[in-house]
DNA sequence: CGTCATATACTTACGGTGTCAGTTAGTATA
DNA sequence: TATACTAACTGACACCGTAAGTATATGACG
């Protein structure tokens, strides 16, 4: 008996006396895509599919077909998102104080939603939208004050940002240590041939109990003196 | 009929004379990660299933769990195997030249299979075998060779290996635009508000037809100069 | 009121996924 | 020859993205 109507669901019902209204909000992009991150952030990337995201909206996954082309548009749309969430810190006197705090509120995003680093790495396309433009519009016009060349303002920018991201990668990926993984760690740490990989050895404790903030900030200066030497000397 | 073996099918029988022996080579966690890898770089990563890496060595997908834990064993394997492929360039008399080379060679590396960065991301757990940390015990023997206070060898590795990784990040995943997006960001190109974004417009072209290998350098550039800055003045 | 149009949510179905559990065949040893 | 072991195969389950079709609520117009 496939089509016997038990009962209307309980689905928006607009004449029913005895159970309220009970309307949900009605669907939207960004209903749906503030859902998908919320799912991503709280579940992680392989949780993130159309029927959980539905779910999390009390909606069958296919009704999100009626705001999102289909899932790359929706994880697009996260991107978008955290993009537009960019708080853009004040600028400063310096150029330098300048770009740091740019650089810091960058590695702040990334980190507020540490996935959509993986997610821009699967995406695989340029981000278009002006809301994911502004913070880079907003980084390139501090690096014009350094006093670069027309041509290597963009080019410092890669660098940077290079930089940021790449960091932050390595920071939220746990690539080379950190707190999360201390005892995994000390485990390899015994059986470490320290005559092969002495270097790695000497390295040990700082792969352990590293600041993060302050080795972002090491990294950063490096950029920045380097930036420095660069227009001091003339174009290199 | 589901008992009826028409054929012994043609696996492994020694005794068969009309046709060959036919003996496929026996499976083998490395021939695995081979083919899971060569199926990575030629049809993307989400083709990397266990029936595609299993039919890819004529064996049902069930048959690589003699071999390979689960597919994040696989994954993993594919990243260690990828590792072990660096080919360390010689030292040079100066350690700046040779931090080069080695940045060169850590970003062809990548460059080769460029998924693995994504698979990295995706991860999200330290390397621990051998053959993928002799890469990063080379790039730590370079930096010491730099004159660098013990503690911050590591700091200015993760400097590096932020970069580079970031770098070609970007690259591989055309975030910030590149030749194989051409058509479409000139498309975008004529639709951006430009009184709104006047310092992405400027650099839009630099944005299209960009030399990576030359603003890798530059950046690269970047942090060596810092870095020589800073050990020249002494510890930041 | 009736009726039609539109929008939006639901249902079904298909071929794919990772992998648990059970089966089979070929080989080495007792 | 009997036994144990290895390494392949088979079937099943719960999930996935999504094409195609269906049902219902709402607004417009008579």
Redesign the pocket.
């Given at each position: 008996m496939?089509?016997t109507?038990t009962k209307?669901?309980s689905?928006?019902?607009?004449a029913d006396p005895d159970n309220p209204p009970e309307?949900r909000p009605?669907?939207s992009r960004e209903r749906i895509v503030r859902a998908a991150l919320r799912v991503m952030d709280e579940e992680g990337l392989e949780?993130?599919?159309?029927?959980?995201v539905?779910r999390e909206l009390?909606?069958?996954?296919?009704?999100l077909?009626?705001?999102v082309a289909?899932?790359?548009d929706l994880l697009t749309g996260v991107i978008e998102t955290v993009m537009s969430d960019f708080e853009f810190p004040p600028d400063a006197d310096d150029w330098k104080e300048s770009a740091r705090r740019a650089a810091r509120a960058w590695r702040d995003l990334l980190k507020a939603h540490p996935l959509v680093i993986t997610l821009m790495s699967e995406q695989r396309k340029p981000m278009t939208s002006i809301q994911a433009l502004r913070p880079m519009e907003h980084a390139l016009s501090i690096l014009r004050t350094a006093g670069l060349p027309d041509g290597e303002t963009f080019r410092a920018f890669r660098a940077f940002g290079g930089y940021i991201q790449g960091y932050v990668l390595a920071e939220v990926a746990n690539m080379f240590g950190g707190q999360e993984v201390d005892i995994h760690l000390e485990d390899i740490a015994r059986l470490l041939p320290t005559e092969e990989l002495p270097h790695i050895a000497a390295s040990l404790p700082h792969l352990f109990r590293c600041d993060f903030d302050e080795e972002f900030e090491y990294g950063l200066d490096l950029m920045i003196r380097g930036l420095e030497a660069k227009t001091a000397s003339g174009s290199g």
């Open positions: 496939p089509k109507p209307p669901a689905l928006p019902n607009s309307r009605p669907l949780a993130v599919s159309m029927r959980r539905g009390r909606v069958e996954a296919m009704s077909y009626n705001h289909d899932k790359e």
